[in-house]
């Protein structure tokens, strides 16, 4: 489902992801999709929405799911090429991580995190 914003240029959509549903916002800068929210968790630069993707979600208190990731990528030999956190809403954030490659396990990460996927855009 999508419904526009009153400036027109955002829109707000609703997505079921493992099942799991999700409210957010983005907007097209240029010609890449950008997330701007996320579950009332806010981006403050816009997140693009391109190429290989994980998004997670963890406390934001703890340091250990990013520090864990990049063990990951070092093991899979993938770079991380861009990285954007969320403010922090419930004592949680969001992340969003620009992959070079999709990782094939998260099973070291999922312990870290309350809920983790990847996507290819």
């Known amino acids: 489902d999508v419904a526009p914003e009153p400036d027109s240029s955002t829109g707000l959509v609703q997505v079921s992801l493992q099942g799991t ?5 983005g907007t097209v800068q ?9 579950n009332g968790a ?12 994980l998004l997670y979600r ?19 030999g993938a770079q991380l090429l861009s990285y954007h956190s969320s403010s ?4 949680e954030q ?10 094939s396990n998260l099973s070291e990460l999922k312990p870290c995190v309350t809920e983790v996927f990847q996507l290819h855009l």
């Open 21 to 25: 549903p999700h409210q957010v916002t």
């Open 30 to 38: 240029g010609s890449t999709p950008v997330l701007q929210q996320i």
């Open 42 to 53: 806010t981006f403050k630069q816009p997140a693009p929405l391109s190429g290989p993707l």
């Open 58 to 76: 963890a406390k934001a208190s703890s340091p250990s799911a990013l520090a864990t990731l990049t063990g990951l990528l070092s093991k899979a």
């Open 88 to 91: 922090t809403v419930a004592g």
């Open 94 to 103: 969001w992340s969003i991580v620009g992959l070079s490659a999709p990782l």
